[in-house]
């Protein structure tokens, strides 16, 4: 009788300690299921936020949110130039502004939903370390569209605005990563760059040079019509 006890009291035995390594192994797997969870997704979060850190990233996401609206300033400057300008020079000058302008608009939003999702937020120029006025982002339409002679107002308002695109290019162009930009920038600095120096050229054969020599946003103010 003593024999049976024994052996029933060994089968017991061995089924708790099975049961007890099965535990700890169920405990085990489970433990390493979630640890694989998490390194995945923490992988995938740590690569978004890389991808969004990465140096330079900062500064390309400030250049579009700047450089959209800047451009969309320049656009209703050359539409209003359409209407009025008295030399057929500012009005050649006001149909390529509109056609290159609408096209990078176009591209430089196209890019910011690619980079950064959704739409460009708001300017913000001292994350480039200049002023709005220093960006070009300001520009008086209401004057513009009263102003006599149009032609020299459009220029001493085009002139410091063109000047604003080209600080903001040279900044991507400096800090920014993303190729695109970088292109786009220098498209900025080569074409309106050349088209500062024949507003200046304008200026001074059609009006004489302004004060400031010939375009800076401390220019005189042309006379304004009633």
Avoid: N
């Avoid at 797997?29 to 990465?54: F, H």
Wanted: aromatic share 4%; glycine share 8%; charged share 25%.
């Amino acid at each position: 009788m003593s024999e049976v006890r024994t052996t029933v009291h060994k089968r017991c035995q061995r089924r708790r300690t099975t049961l007890a390594l099965v535990g700890r192994l169920s405990v085990l797997v489970s433990a390493l299921a979630v640890t694989a969870l998490l390194a995945a997704c923490g992988s995938g979060s740590t690569g978004e936020a890389t991808r969004l850190a990465a140096p330079g990233r900062a500064t390309d996401r400030e250049f579009i949110a700047l450089m959209v609206p800047h451009h969309e300033g320049a656009i209703e400057m050359a539409r209003a130039a359409l209407k009025r300008a008295e030399h057929p020079e500012i009005r050649r000058l006001a149909r390529a502004i509109v056609a290159t302008q609408k096209r990078e608009v176009a591209t430089l939003r196209a890019i910011h939903r690619d980079l950064f999702g959704g739409k460009p937020g708001p300017p913000r120029a001292h994350r480039f370390g200049m002023t709005m006025d220093e960006a070009g982002m300001h520009h008086d339409m209401p004057m513009l569209e009263r102003a006599r002679p149009f032609d020299r107002a459009f220029i001493d308002m085009m002139i410091p605005h063109h000047e604003g695109a080209v600080r903001m290019a040279r900044v991507e162009l400096g800090r920014g990563s993303d190729p695109r930009l970088k292109r786009i920038a220098r498209a900025i600095v080569k074409t309106q760059s050349a088209e500062i120096k024949q507003l200046r050229t304008w200026r001074d054969r059609w009006y004489g040079a302004s004060e400031s020599g010939g375009g800076s946003s401390g220019a005189a103010h042309p006379m304004m019509g009633h």
